[in-house]
């Protein structure tokens, strides 16, 4: 089963642009506050945690759903939130969670380790080709000794299991409220977070603060309503103008941005920027007869301009990307930029190609698809195209066919260059490696390396101190700069733009992807 590629990039942001009187605001916690409008582009897909796998319902799970860990604001780390205390056994193949005293869901029921054992052998039952069970391959069976305690045994050690508890794959359900065999269809949500579902149809979603819940966060605001621009960018744009939403969040276009960011003040409207944890990365099919020849591949990475990328393309909302960890998470090196240099070099290029005997100029088709990773993907590809073609090495062109027609080709290899994006669904080197290099392979590239295999990603995997796999994943990135199975082009960053009532925006946006409704307030 392939990972289901987001549609548009996922909460992930690590730096925050400052807007002015940014976190200074006190406001009555315990959702006294006002009732906060934000509108954004993409929809939800999904109310029930064992479906939803895109941006827009992991939005919703992370503030109706309690998790046994979650991802405090700036931390990487997971920390205790339905749990009390989370622990490995000495072979990293048992995990030990004790829940918390007088847990319970919004509807009142408790909430004990039934509740959890269900939601998880539920999510692995149902396996939706939408949903998260993808991510708990390594899960072997879920015991609950007594009604706080959880035992979760893997099959293979798994040092990155507490990160996708804590993730919106870990949303803990009412077992009273939720079929074990199905999904629900109803449109609502029973969980244990602080926020409740009140209403869900296609417009809007309709959040107000959940009195029972007992977990580590005070809400700032009464209720969040979500309002729905399904792709409309200039409605959303519209909509926080003329003040009928206070955040324009996930849909804004580069130019947009760019030109909110520019009006000084005049517009009412404030842009807070956030680095992100999306990637998107050129892949190479190693079996095509083209680009599976590694002059070929030397020669583009030698010719390709990301600054110039970013700045004619992107507008400068994203920024150059040279390693297959992004930078902000633990492991990142820049691989790429020391094999291949920053700055495009034709002769090295050359150099490449004589070397693997290779005539010039090299036919080569990019192929895209229009919006699934970004709105401006056609834009790039085709400019790298003119980036290869100005050096008089390769006559590339560019083929760009809708998203369903694309996986099928990518599957059946009928593409030698193509385009993939990522966006993580938790900030570990990890969630960056295995899906690639793995068994599983998600790039569909006909590319495997034994020693990343065998010995690199079972190693990083057993290691529990997530600080002690630099030097593998370094080694790991290394391998990939110098095979080229894939090519990375540009990291994210993610936007949000807000009334200048509205204020906590800068909690919302970190390296954890998730979205914090309980830190907005507005005055």
């Not at 107000?208 to 966060?217: A, F």
């Not at 990773?373 to 290869?388: C, R």
């Given at each position: 089963?392939?990972?289901?590629?987001?549609?548009?990039?996922?909460?992930?942001g690590?730096?925050?642009?400052?807007?002015?009187?940014?976190?200074?605001?006190?406001g009555?916690?315990?959702?006294?506050?006002?009732?906060v409008?934000?509108?954004?582009?993409?929809?939800?897909?999904?109310?029930?945690p064992?479906?939803?796998?895109?941006?827009?319902?992991?939005?919703?799970?992370?503030?109706?759903?309690?998790?046994?860990?979650?991802?405090?604001k700036?931390?990487?780390?997971?920390?205790?939130?339905?749990?009390?205390?989370?622990?490995?056994?000495?072979?990293?193949?048992?995990?030990?969670c004790?829940?918390?005293?007088?847990?319970?869901?919004?509807?009142?029921?408790?909430?004990?380790?039934?509740?959890?054992k269900?939601?998880?052998?539920?999510?692995?039952?149902?396996d939706?080709?939408?949903?998260?069970?993808?991510?708990?391959?390594?899960?072997?069976?879920?015991?609950?000794?007594?009604s706080?305690?959880?035992?979760?045994?893997?099959?293979?050690?798994?040092?990155?299991?507490?990160?996708?508890?804590?993730?919106?794959?870990?949303?803990?359900?009412?077992h009273?409220?939720?079929?074990?065999?199905g999904?629900?269809?109803?449109?609502?949500?029973?969980?244990?977070?602080?926020?409740?579902?009140?209403?869900?149809?296609d417009?809007?979603?309709?959040?107000?603060?959940?009195?029972?819940?007992?977990?580590?966060?005070e809400?700032?605001?009464?209720?969040?309503?979500?309002k729905?621009?399904?792709?409309?960018?200039?409605?959303?744009?519209?909509?926080?103008?003329?003040?009928?939403?206070?955040?324009?969040?996930?849909?804004?276009?580069?130019?947009?941005?760019?030109?909110?960011?520019?009006?000084?003040?005049?517009t009412?409207?404030?842009?807070?920027?956030?680095?992100?944890?999306?990637?998107?990365h050129?892949?190479?099919?190693m079996?095509?007869?083209?680009?599976?020849?590694?002059?070929?591949?030397k020669a583009?990475?030698?010719l390709?301009d990301?600054?110039?990328?970013?700045?004619?393309?992107?507008q400068?909302?994203?920024?150059?990307l040279?390693?297959?960890?992004?930078?902000?998470?633990?492991g990142?090196?820049?691989?790429?930029?020391?094999?291949?240099?920053?700055?495009?070099?034709?002769?090295?290029?050359?150099?490449?190609?004589?070397?693997?005997?290779?005539?010039?100029p090299?036919?080569?088709?990019l192929?895209?698809?229009?919006?699934?990773?970004?709105?401006?993907?056609?834009?790039?590809?085709k400019?790298?195209a003119?980036?290869?073609?100005?050096?008089?090495?390769?006559?590339?062109?560019?083929?760009?066919?809708?998203?369903e027609?694309?996986?099928?080709?990518?599957?059946?290899?009928?593409?030698?260059?193509?385009?993939?994006?990522?966006?993580?669904?938790?900030?570990?080197?990890?969630?960056?490696?295995?899906?690639?290099?793995?068994?599983?392979?998600v790039l569909?590239?006909?590319y495997?390396n034994?020693?990343?295999?065998?010995s690199?990603?079972p190693?990083?995997?057993?290691q529990?101190?997530?600080?002690?796999?630099?030097?593998?994943?370094?080694?790991?990135?290394?391998?990939v700069?110098a095979?080229?199975?894939?090519?990375p082009?540009?990291?994210?960053?993610?936007?949000?733009v807000?009334?200048?009532?509205?204020?906590g925006?800068?909690?919302?946006?970190?390296?954890?992807t998730?979205?914090?409704?309980?830190?907005?307030?507005?005055?």
């Amino acid at each position: 089963m392939h990972h289901q590629w987001p549609v548009l990039p996922i909460v992930a942001g690590l730096a925050c642009g400052l807007l002015t009187g940014c976190g200074t605001e006190t406001g009555n916690a315990g959702g006294n506050g006002s009732t906060v409008v934000m509108g954004m582009s993409d929809d939800v897909l999904a109310t029930d945690p064992a479906s939803g796998y895109d941006p827009g319902s992991w939005l919703l799970f992370n503030n109706v759903f309690q998790s046994l860990l979650s991802f405090p604001k700036g931390a990487t780390e997971p920390q205790p939130d339905a749990a009390r205390a989370c622990d490995f056994d000495t072979s990293t193949t048992v995990y030990t969670c004790t829940l918390k005293d007088g847990l319970k869901f919004s509807n009142g029921d408790d909430l004990t380790s039934e509740d959890v054992k269900f939601s998880f052998d539920r999510m692995l039952k149902i396996d939706d080709p939408d949903g998260p069970a993808v991510m708990f391959t390594t899960l072997d069976k879920v015991e609950t000794p007594d009604s706080k305690t959880v035992v979760f045994r893997l099959k293979v050690p798994d040092a990155t299991f507490p990160s996708k508890i804590a993730s919106g794959a870990g949303s803990i359900v009412d077992h009273r409220q939720y079929d074990a065999n199905g999904l629900r269809k109803d449109g609502q949500a029973v969980g244990s977070g602080p926020y409740k579902l009140d209403s869900f149809n296609d417009d809007q979603a309709v959040f107000s603060v959940n009195d029972q819940y007992k977990g580590t966060v005070e809400p700032k605001n009464s209720g969040v309503t979500l309002k729905f621009f399904h792709g409309d960018q200039s409605g959303l744009k519209k909509a926080l103008l003329a003040g009928d939403v206070d955040i324009a969040y996930r849909g804004l276009t580069a130019s947009d941005i760019a030109g909110l960011d520019q009006r000084d003040g005049t517009t009412g409207v404030e842009v807070v920027e956030g680095s992100s944890a999306e990637v998107q990365h050129l892949v190479f099919n190693m079996d095509d007869p083209v680009a599976g020849k590694l002059g070929v591949r030397k020669a583009i990475a030698y010719l390709i301009d990301r600054e110039a990328l970013i700045k004619d393309v992107h507008q400068g909302t994203a920024t150059p990307l040279y390693s297959i960890v992004p930078a902000g998470v633990a492991g990142h090196n820049t691989a790429f930029f020391d094999t291949y240099g920053a700055r495009p070099s034709k002769a090295k290029a050359a150099a490449a190609l004589s070397a693997d005997g290779i005539s010039t100029p090299v036919d080569i088709t990019l192929w895209s698809t229009p919006v699934r990773y970004g709105p401006a993907t056609d834009a790039e590809l085709k400019a790298i195209a003119g980036q290869l073609n100005a050096s008089g090495l390769f006559r590339a062109d560019v083929k760009s066919v809708p998203l369903e027609q694309y996986e099928k080709d990518i599957e059946a290899g009928k593409y030698g260059v193509y385009v993939k994006g990522w966006v993580p669904d938790y900030p570990d080197a990890d969630n960056f490696t295995a899906p690639f290099f793995g068994p599983d392979n998600v790039l569909g590239n006909h590319y495997t390396n034994r020693t990343i295999t065998g010995s690199l990603l079972p190693a990083t995997a057993a290691q529990s101190d997530r600080a002690a796999t630099e030097k593998e994943f370094g080694r790991l990135q290394d391998i990939v700069a110098a095979e080229l199975p894939m090519l990375p082009v540009w990291q994210g960053k993610q936007y949000a733009v807000v009334r200048e009532n509205v204020y906590g925006l800068e909690s919302c946006l970190d390296a954890s992807t998730v979205f914090r409704f309980w830190e907005l307030q507005k005055d």
